[in-house]
């Protein structure tokens, strides 16, 4: 496939979510690009979703989601170059809106994703370390106190690592925000953890162990941010730069361990005894709620809500019941995602799902494999939470739990060897896997492209015929859609359909491939949604990368609503300009809605004249 291009990719999304100024929170997580919409409405989404490199939208939670896959930190990066946007952006609007559950989630997202992929790297070498020693490495040897310290560092100073991320959140000073939390840890205190009778002043002082802690310094940080607004408005210029630091650490550090510390702690460890509760009072309903429903808690967003409590798990006790389970849920839906692979007569849908299975089963990273696969197709999406639920459930009876913080991959394995009886920890890994791809490749699902069938069906004179024939929609070279160098496009991710190359550098019309309403048309001209009378959604997409030209050498025929016939023009094109510009003009007849029909069928025939029959439908 061809390599996306996101420096040029960032300004054209920007322009289609509706500048910087429609974005007032912005953020990325392991393949999506999460944005928090001042109004959403201004949001093109049909043509987000036909960009390349986007692989679908979601809008859930309070986010608008661009799902790109694993390349998203790229994209970011770009975003970053020509925004004001990015984590330190100003996010309090975005803060204050939604229901208290949606401010809740986006608090919790955007205080953890900067600092997802350290912990998930880290915790990927506790995990080698913890399967080492098992295999009878010593760990009183130097190189494994140094690989130790690497591994352990940034779940040890977590308050350090969260000061950083709470103080752009709450707009507090980052430096002293770290001050605050190096407090927290600092060898002294944590010796005092264990000791009787402290106090501050007289006062007694409840004192706990800080180190690996979450949302102490979180609720710090925000208390901080206040104090120093206070302090900034109150205290006269000559003084102000040094005195509010000063007083914020003389305040902010007793304030902590006498009261905040001691709270949230409390909170803290009732929210993980009592989820661990659940595990031991139902393990097999508790793992196979997990089990089943994840990845629908991932696609929403919502499953920022368990992270806290998986993190509160693993400081103490020193392990999370919920982290078992998860291996299943992610297992079983890349279990499902080879099993389209292996069932599947579309060469495009393959090509998709090969790289997304590998990626599901190694990384844990599931999106590529859910929103280009099992969600289009529904049943193998549902295939992985019948496994998921099934695995889960065996896992967490037999008391599975992880050790460290890793995401559920075949790599991430180590991290469940510590906890619960290790043969129905794998039983059921191998449960959900078995379950899903046995359902994928024997009940099977509807195939977006019967291709070993079409030729047949279209010889054989005693079939019906389509319900819907789609013409050209103008003269040229009729190419297979895999042939396409656009990657969206070839990969089948927006649908099949068929590529058609037009000669020369004349001026050529472009016309409806079938009767309908035109529901979407991009001022640039050079993009067309219809949508038949019978329910079909078709995308017209004339050259490749043409948005780039901003409608030179397009002259639009029709408007947004308007009701077209088939052969009906749509836009007349310059093809000098657009090779002038050196712009592929391969345009694009895809059908958008692929997976919810019988079949879509490409009739390749070499040339062809506009109106001919280039694909054909069974509704």
Known sequence: MAKVDYAAMAPQLLEKIGGEANISAMSHCATRLRLVLTDESKAATDQIKAMPGVVTVVQAGGQYQVVIGNDVPLLYEELGKITKLGDSGSQDEAADEGSLFDRAIKLISA???????????????????????????????????ILNAASDSVFYFLPIVLALTSARRFKANEITAVALAGALVYPNIVELASAKGVTFFGIPVVMASYTSSLLPIIVAVWVQGYLERFLKKTLPGAIRNFTVPMIVLAVMVPLTLMTIGPVTTLISNGLSSGVSQLFVLAPWLAGAVMGAFWQVFVMFGVHWGFVPIMMANLDSPGYSFIGAPLFAAVLAQAAAVLGVMIRTRSAKMRELA?????????????EPGIYGVNLPLKRPFIYGCIGGAVGGAIMSMGGAATDTFVFPSLIGIPALLNYGNLVLSFAG????????????????????????DAEPAAQDAGDAEPTIALGSPLAGRAVPLEQVTDPVFSSGALGNGVGITPEGDKRIRVVAPAAGTLVTVMDSGHAYGIKTDDGVELLIHVGLDTVELKGEGFSPAVALGQRVERGDLLTEVDLATLREAQKDPTTILVVTNTASLAGVVPVISGNVDAGDTVVEIDH
């Open 429 to 452: 890994m191998g449960v959900a896997v078995v379950i899903s791809l046995t359902l994928t490749l024997v009940v099977g699902f509807k195939d977006p492209v019967e291709e070993a």
């Open 111 to 145: 205080l953890l994703n900067p600092i997802i992929w350290t912990l998930a790297g880290a915790g990927l070498i506790k995990a080698a370390l913890a399967l080492a020693t098992t295999a009878g490495w010593s760990d009183q040897s130097t190189t494994y106190t």
């Open 354 to 366: 090969g790289p997304a299975a590998l990626s599901g089963f190694l990384a844990g990273i599931t």
